[in-house]
């Protein structure tokens, strides 16, 4: 079994789930934040939806350099964010079903302002970088939408919304 098809089945899982969280965002709500240092949900959404997209450039790139890097805005629309990420979602899966095991193990750097973050196997760089990262951002904004109110979607297995 090749690496893509080994890294897939756990992608499009997560992709799905994620789309469910999602669709959970209430439009009103963007501009929630649970703490005067937190990001508002519009903002962690933005980041959150950008994430797969992070799968092709990473097997498309030896590298990226975060220098001068200005986040977009924040969403404006759970349509918007759910636009952003499917788009994001297929290039990221065209990308790993396309690349060969070699391309995997080949080295990927990230950097910004002159500093080497990690240099990492590409392989290691779509779980981690983009995968656990995505999972991660994915539980925040479930904390935010049960914060605000809104009903939160089961990820791996029904939540308290759904068995109630």
């Keep these: ?58 097997l498309q790139s030896e590298s990226l350099d975060f220098t001068g890097f200005v986040p977009p805005p924040p969403v404006k629309s759970r349509a918007e964010a759910l636009d952003v990420f499917q788009k994001g979602a297929a290039d990221g899966r065209a990308a790993i079903a396309a690349a060969a095991d070699d391309a995997f193990h080949q080295n990927w750097t990230l950097s910004g302002n002159g500093q080497v973050f990690f240099t990492i196997p590409r392989y290691k760089a779509i ?34 919304d759904e068995t109630m």
Excluded at 30 to 38: G, M, N
Excluded at 129 to 155: D, E, S, W
């Design 1 to 58: 079994m090749s690496i893509a098809e080994t890294l897939l089945p756990e992608y499009d899982e997560e992709m799905a789930s994620t789309r469910r969280m999602l669709e959970a965002v209430p439009d009103d709500q963007l501009d929630f934040k649970p703490h005067e240092k937190s990001v508002a949900m519009g903002g962690l959404i933005r980041h959150l939806v950008t994430i797969p997209d992070w799968a092709a450039q990473t």
């Design 127 to 160: 779980r981690s970088f983009v995968m656990n990262h995505l999972i991660h951002h994915r539980a925040q904004l479930a904390m935010y939408l049960r914060l605000c109110g809104a009903k939160v979607p089961g990820m791996y297995g029904p939540s308290a």
